[in-house]
Every structure is written in structure tokens, then in C-alpha cells.
């Protein structure tokens, strides 16, 4: 062994331990109380399994700040969290500022379908609420998987974002959700993918019809990939760092880190196929083209058109002759002309659930897409 002699006046750093995380092992669920799968006996149902106080019900944006400061004092190795893409944005970028702050790890984070929309759900393959909270506690298998989000010009991270026509799209979905006052059933049918589809038909449509022509500049910051169709497949072609990617008119200009918009709707088929990028996509197809393959070769995105253009990049900007709707995760933030995207820093670590165990009396009930927990009878 060598031993090196340590100068006199040095004054040694005391060497700091970490301290316990007794909570590393255990996984917090945060929900938002205010979206509509979040009812009173969802609630019920997971406060008889979920150990007590590890289950917080948010209900405010200061309610979900004091949670997510605790999550992260406690250390939880884990946190799902509940209340749609809206939620993901809101809560992971608290637990993002809060961990940092405590200069702590940022738990692994995972989904439990209880949104509208539930993107970020079906693409780490969320099923039905309690049975996916049942294999958490059991803790059943599961994996880690990175995911590199999108981060925008003030620092959001979110799992798709865009301007133009799909920033339309999503206000109008929420003005009409706002006016379906009356029976639960008119607010069910106005927040369900009917819903969607008649804000786009009925509202944002005919608006986008009569507007003026959009010219959008978009440039990379690093070199970036672009996806051509060919007979063989896609390929990628390398632009090299700040090379205009696109400068003419378009309707819609967005970027997204997993495929999906809400209900399904594979807006970037080539997200997560790339590591260190997300997928631009830039939408310059005429209105009835779109609409007569709307489904299902544009919902699957399958569908390929000359105007139709994909890119993998990594940090870009985006600047509109005038201002366009703007969404982030879902959620409309009114008008933008300039914004830059770009991966985020640190991917985040999110929770994928294998097969799912489930508890003693109860079955799996598949019905369509949807897989149910049912209790057996006695």
C-alpha cells in the first residue's frame, strides 16, 4: 500500500456519507384529483392497498408542489402518477426541480392510465389502473427504460410539443370539453375521442380553412437526420448543423419523444428509434389529402405524402411569419412565433411493467383493447 504525505497546512474536506433513503425501495402515486378516471372509488379502492401515506391526491398546482417536494425528500426509488399527459408534464418537471434541489436522484417515473388522452400511457403499455397498481406493490417485473424528452426554449420536458395546426386542434378540444356542461354522459362523450375528432371537424377545420398561409424557417443547432421514404424502407440522411432543415409554408411543426398523441394517434412513427434525439415532424399536406386517410394510415401513421416531412434532431428552431397556437403535452399555451426544441439534458428514467400479477379472487378481463380487473365471485 502507498501512503502519500499530505502537506501540513492542507485542510482535509470532511467526507460526507449518504444519508438513508428508507424510502428508496418503496413507490409513491401521485394523482391529479381533478381528472374525471380519478373518482371517488378509483380512490377507495387504491387507498385499501396503497400503504398509508404513500397515495397523495393533488387537486391544485400548489397541492402537486408540496407532494412532489415530499416525494423527493422521502427519496421514493419510484413515483406513477395519475391524471393524463397534462399530469406527466406538470408533476415530473416539480419532482425534477425539487430532487435537484435536494440534490437527490430523480425517482424512476411511471404512468397509471387514468387521462384522456393517455399517450405517455400507451407507450410504456399502462393498462387498467388497479391492476397495474396491485403488480406495483407485489412488485412484480419490471424494467427501465430512458427516455429522451423534448425540452423547450423555457426549460419544460414533455413527451411531444408543437405549434400550428395541432396546437389548434388541441384548443379547440379544450374549449368544447369547457362547454359540455349537462349529464355525464354529454362530459364523457366531449372528452373521449369523438370529442376530438368533432372539435377537429367541426371547429378547427373551417378555421384552418379561411387562414392566411403560414412561412415557417426551421434550422438545426447539430446535425440532424432526415427520413426518406423509399422502396426499401426508410433511410436517414444526415444535414449537417445549421443547415435549414425547412423554410416554406406549413400548417403544423412538432416534435415528440414517444409515438403518440392522445388516444392513440402515432403522430411520430419514428420516436424512440434514435438515442440522443427526438422526432420533428413537419406537416405541409393539404387539409382534404389528410382527412381522406385520416384513418386509418394517418392515425397509424403509416401514412407517407410528399409534404409530409419526418427528421430525428436533436436542438432546432422554429420561427413563424405570424403567431400559431401552441401546445405542450397536450395542453394548449396560447400563441407562439419563435420557439427552440431540443433533447433534454438527462433522459428520464421511466417504469415499464411486465406481465402483470394478479391478486388472489380477481381475473383480467379483456374487452377490446381495454384489459379490466374483475373480482371473481364467491
Request: net charge positive.
Amino acid at each position: 500500500m502507498i501512503l502519500h504525505d499530505v502537506p501540513a497546512h492542507t485542510t482535509l474536506a470532511p467526507i460526507r456519507v449518504p444519508a438513508p433513503r428508507p424510502f428508496a425501495h418503496r413507490s409513491a402515486f401521485l394523482l391529479n384529483r381533478n381528472a374525471r378516471a380519478v373518482s371517488d372509488r378509483l380512490v377507495e379502492r387504491l387507498a385499501a392497498i396503497v400503504p398509508a401515506g404513500d397515495l397523495f391526491l393533488s387537486r391544485t398546482l400548489d397541492d402537486a408542489t408540496v407532494f412532489a417536494r415530499a416525494i423527493a425528500r422521502r427519496g421514493y426509488g419510484q413515483v406513477f402518477l395519475g391524471g393524463g399527459d397534462g399530469t406527466l408534464v406538470t408533476t415530473m418537471n416539480l419532482l425534477r426541480t425539487h430532487t435537484a434541489a435536494e440534490g437527490l436522484p430523480m425517482p424512476s417515473v411511471g404512468v397509471l392510465k387514468l387521462g384522456t388522452g393517455n399517450a405517455m400511457a400507451r407507450a410504456l403499455g399502462a393498462l387498467d389502473p388497479l391492476v397495474d397498481a396491485h403488480h406495483i406493490l407485489q412488485r412484480g417485473a419490471a424494467q427501465q427504460r430512458t427516455v429522451d424528452f423534448v425540452e423547450t426554449d423555457d426549460g419544460v420536458l414533455t413527451p411531444f410539443a408543437g405549434m400550428g395546426y395541432d396546437g389548434r386542434v388541441l384548443n379547440d378540444y379544450v374549449w368544447l370539453k369547457e362547454r359540455a356542461h349537462g349529464s355525464p354522459v354529454t362530459r364523457a362523450l366531449a372528452e373521449s375521442v369523438g370529442g376530438y375528432l368533432g372539435a377537429m371537424l367541426f371547429k378547427s377545420v373551417p378555421q384552418e380553412s379561411g387562414a392566411p398561409t403560414t412561412n415557417l424557417r426551421i434550422t438545426s443547432r447539430h446535425d440532424a437526420w432526415f427520413l426518406r421514404a423509399t422502396e426499401r424502407g426508410d433511410v436517414e440522411e444526415r444535414i449537417p448543423a445549421g443547415t435549414p432543415l425547412f423554410e416554406g409554408n406549413a400548417a403544423t411543426v412538432c416534435v415528440g419523444s414517444i409515438p403518440y398523441f392522445g388516444f392513440g394517434f402515432m403522430m411520430f412513427p419514428f420516436a424512440m428509434q434514435k438515442a440522443g434525439h427526438v422526432q420533428l415532424r413537419i406537416v405541409g399536406a393539404p387539409i382534404p389529402s389528410i382527412l381522406a386517410n385520416l384513418y386509418p394510415k394517418v392515425w397509424r401513421g403509416t401514412w407517407r405524402h410528399p409534404r409530409l416531412l419526418d427528421f430525428h434532431v436533436r436542438d432546432v428552431e422554429v420561427q413563424s411569419d405570424r403567431p400559431l397556437p401552441y401546445q405542450i403535452g397536450g395542453d394548449a399555451r396560447g400563441q407562439q412565433t419563435n420557439l427552440r426544441f431540443r433533447v433534454s439534458e438527462q433522459p428520464v428514467e421511466m417504469t415499464v411493467l411486465g406481465e402483470r400479477v394478479v391478486p388472489a379472487g380477481h381475473t383480467v378481463l379483456q374487452v377490446g383493447p381495454a384489459r379490466m380487473l374483475v373480482r371473481l365471485p364467491r
